[in-house]
């Protein structure tokens, strides 16, 4: 049977191809392995008599050698007469290492779209892709297991193995607990996050690792908002109804308007979370003397009695229609369990730096003071909101008991150095109120550039997404290890039907793991999680800050610069996700949060 070779020296020119050119190749490619297409062309006058010529559609040609093993090479795919003349000059010292393409062998083979990933073997890059997802680097036991003296925090990186810490601490918690406490059926560990489909992930993961029931019923895992929601309704027979921030922002914008208040919704909504709720001021006296951190607009004390008198005026109106936001239901939550005692012996948090100070004040109440109480992971660098978090002005002390991982062996070193510059900061203000900063922080995988390309329509954009993807299928990349997010919804939609025209599986991406299908979603929802290939699309400069989200901040000098850092902070997660393959792209002008470094990679064709 056929075998083919890919120089990885193809794989950039590759990407630079025309989609019509790379579907031609691909076809060509397929049908020689199958034994189906036509002959490989000798040709003469050549300085190595190995190479002959693969016929790829009207015009282009692949250039093929004979590889060490007996097998063939594809080194080069260019119009005929390029061929030709790059056929002749070439050598065989021009052939680094190679990888066999053989689309019946297991597991799949190097590809153009799909280059290989190294590291170390303690990595275990051969294991299943979901078994990978929970295996812990050996050098992080020593965390696992650990016995600490009060609250813990772990930070790192994008793909220092944070999230797989938080499970393995979860599931040595839970084993530890059933030995020393044998016949108790209650949940005595909290596992949180801050979103559902991350709450859906961890449980899911941590059945794999706890498959003794009893083990495995002393871990409840939740998220921040249902938790709160829970203690609320277990103890007052109500759920309260949340108002999201946004839709707050817009009431409130409207009023403000009405009212002829100098002061944009945004504002309004923000000062109201970030300081009033978040340092659970309660008059007005103490809102005056506060420190609003975080907060650029200078407010004078004069005009801080207006603001007041303004939050108060709405959110009274809120509580008559009985809306609260959701900081003000985990207030709630952790008066009442102050009230009424501990739930848990220990929390591990998940996703820290997006938590509210609010939601720290429950989850500080929801356990007692005392070792191991609180296991923290997070990243400042990827926080995706805009909650300034002090965990010791909180009553959670982590001095002496902080770690920062600052070796990635889940990501790319390339993608970490393409993505990196993205953040447009060099530090962040962690919750230990110190600096936080990725300077030392590299990779153990290394792989290939990711791919920006450039289009001139919405159309070829699609295009070329779909013809990727299908180039990660045909690699033998398991469809859910595959993701492709935009922006915003229309863009979601739009991946969506260009896929399943292409006769591709698509599901969202809160489906559950064994569904054989592309995860198709948005940027935010791409938080927390892994996948093999991911692709970024519609990364324009209208779309990305989007327009609305400038729109609400009113010229607000304060607001405009939290979007702007929350939209880097945003892309930069979306993009350090994949750990095989990232692919990028854009129609017209790229977004200025792109690194400008790259915007020649590739370019519309």
């Not at 073997?121 to 003296?149: K, S, Y």
């Not at 109480?373 to 400042?380: A, K, N, R, S, W």
């Not at 990196?420 to 962690?430: S, V």
Request: proline share 7%; charged share 25%; hydrophobic share 40%.
């Amino acid at each position: 049977m056929p075998k083919l070779a890919i120089s990885p020296n193809l794989l950039t020119e590759f990407s630079r191809l025309d989609t019509g050119i790379q579907a031609a190749a691909l076809t060509a490619v397929q049908a020689y392995l199958d034994g189906n297409g036509e002959p490989l062309e000798p040709l003469t006058e050549a300085i190595d008599p190995r190479v002959r010529l693969l016929h790829i559609g009207p015009g282009w040609s692949g250039v093929v050698t004979l590889a060490a093993d007996g097998g063939d090479c594809l080194v080069a795919i260019r119009p005929h007469d390029e061929a030709i003349g790059y056929a002749r000059e070439f050598t065989p010292t021009d052939v680094p290492e190679l990888a066999l393409a053989d689309p019946h062998r297991s597991p799949a083979p190097a590809h153009p779209g799909l280059p290989e990933v190294t590291g170390p073997d303690e990595l275990a890059l051969d294991r299943p892709f979901e078994d990978w997802q929970i295996t812990l680097h050996p050098n992080q036991h020593r965390v696992v297991d650990a016995h600490f003296a009060g609250s813990a925090q772990i930070t790192g990186g994008p793909g220092t193995g944070k999230t797989v810490l938080a499970l393995h601490r979860a599931a040595h918690l839970a084993t530890r607990d059933a030995a020393r406490f044998p016949g108790e059926e209650r949940h005595t560990i909290l596992l949180t996050t801050f979103n559902r489909l991350l709450a859906q992930r961890l449980s899911s993961r941590l059945d794999r690792l706890l498959p003794d029931p009893e083990v495995r019923g002393r871990v409840e895992v939740a998220t921040v908002d249902s938790l709160a929601r829970g203690v609320v309704y277990e103890h007052t027979g109500r759920i309260p109804e949340a108002v999201g921030k946004e839709a707050l922002s817009e009431r409130w914008r409207e009023s403000a308007w009405a009212d002829g208040i100098p002061f944009s919704g945004r504002f309004l909504a923000d000062e109201w979370e970030q300081v009033i709720l978040a340092q659970n001021i309660t008059t007005m006296p103490a809102y005056i003397r506060c420190e609003r951190s975080g907060r650029v607009l200078h407010l004078a004390p004069e005009h801080r009695g207006h603001v007041w008198d303004t939050i108060q005026r709405y959110t009274a109106a809120m509580r008559v229609t009985g809306e609260w936001s959701y900081p003000q239901i985990a207030l709630e939550a952790a008066r009442l369990l102050r009230r009424s005692g501990t739930r848990y012996r220990h929390v591990i948090v998940d996703e820290s730096q997006d938590l509210h100070p609010a939601q720290w004040r429950m989850l500080r109440a929801a356990v007692p003071d005392g070792p191991d109480d609180l296991f923290i992971v997070g990243d400042p660098h990827q926080r995706i909101y805009d909650n300034r978090v002090s965990l010791a002005s909180l009553g959670i002390n982590v001095r002496g008991r902080s770690h920062r991982l600052r070796v990635s062996y889940r990501v790319t070193q390339e993608i970490l150095n393409w993505a990196m510059p993205m953040l447009g900061r060099p530090t962040a203000i962690g919750m230990d109120d110190n600096a936080d900063t990725l300077v030392g922080y590299r990779s153990l995988l290394h792989g290939t550039d990711p791919v920006l390309r450039g289009c001139t329509d919405r159309n070829e954009e699609r295009a070329a997404l779909g013809e990727w993807v299908r180039v990660w299928l045909e690699a033998g990349v398991n469809p859910s290890s595959i993701a492709v997010a935009g922006r915003n919804h229309w863009i979601v939609r739009s991946i969506g039907k260009e896929l399943q025209a292409r006769g591709i599986p698509t599901a969202p991406l809160d489906s559950a793991e064994s569904i054989r299908a592309v995860r198709v979603g948005t940027l935010h929802a791409l938080k927390g999680q892994e996948f093999r290939c991911v692709a970024v699309i519609g990364m324009s400069e209208p779309l990305l800050p989007p327009k609305a989200a400038l729109d609400s901040a009113e010229g607000d000098p304060v607001a405009l610069e939290q979007i702007h850092q929350q939209e880097r902070n945003l892309l930069f997660v979306a993009c350090t996700r994949a750990r095989d393959a990232l692919y990028v792209s854009y129609v017209g002008a790229p977004s200025r949060l792109l690194p400008s470094s790259v915007e020649e990679q590739v370019q519309p064709a």
